[in-house]
Antibody, heavy 121, light 112 residues
């Protein structure tokens, strides 16, 4: 069974940093692109970032470009999101999601349960 | 790039059919047959219901169907059931521009 388990969320002050992790199991991790998608409280879904199987292709939403960095460690079956210069508007539930292809560009399935990031002083 | 436009809410009685529209642009929905739909129950993670405009993943009821015409995609739920009450989001690949993916604004489906 494919499982994605996010961790690393919490309460952080504006301007500080946080690193999210996503532990993957149940599939050959380095055969697939991966993504981060977030959902602000009571709001809709927003794609944040995606990374191809070998980290050769990476994309970011304009809202996080220059502040967030996505990475993966295929040896550890793990996906990461380094979030710097956090803002109140980054407050959201962050989901890790699997892409059905190695390069990305398709859809998201499955999703983890999410990890909550709250940016507040 | 703006979010895809969905109606805020759609309702129907058990057994009826409803359709949720998802309007984008020629840069996203209109350019790629990579529209997907997600169902989200309160407090739960989104679940893939439709991919590549009209394909259903294994395990998803055939009461769910998708289509596309021009810049507008649609999700139809036939034989509406109480368990279908949830939020639904469309999503389209938008190419190599940023963002690469655009989600819809979301639609709350209520079963009367």
């Amino acid at each position: 069974e494919v499982q994605l388990v996010e961790s690393g969320g919490g309460l952080v002050q504006p301007g500080r940093s946080l690193r999210l992790s996503c532990a993957a199991s149940g599939f050959t991790f380095d055969d697939y692109a991966m993504h981060w998608v977030r959902q602000a409280p009571g709001k809709g879904l927003e794609w944040v970032s995606g990374i191809s199987w070998n980290s050769g292709s990476i994309g970011y939403a304009d809202s996080v470009k220059g502040r967030f960095t996505i990475s993966r460690d295929n040896a550890k079956n793990s996906l990461y999101l380094q979030m710097n210069s956090l803002r109140a508007e980054d407050t959201a539930l962050y989901y890790c999601a699997k892409d059905p292809s190695i390069f990305g560009g398709f859809w998201f399935d499955p999703w983890g349960q999410g990890t909550l990031v709250t940016v507040s002083s | 790039q703006s979010a895809l436009t969905q109606p805020a809410s759609v309702s129907g009685s058990p057994g009826q059919s409803i359709t949720i529209s998802c309007t984008g642009t020629s840069s996203d929905v209109g350019s790629y047959n990579l529209v997907s739909w997600y169902q989200q129950h309160p407090g739960k993670a989104p679940k893939l219901m439709i991919y590549e405009v009209s394909k259903r993943p294994s395990g998803v009821s055939n009461r769910f169907s998708g289509s596309k015409s021009g810049n507008t995609a649609s999700l139809t739920i036939s034989g509406l059931q109480a368990e279908d009450e949830a939020d639904y989001y469309c999503c389209s690949y938008a190419g190599s521009s940023t963002p690469n993916y655009v989600f819809g604004t979301g639609t709350k489906v209520t079963v009367l």
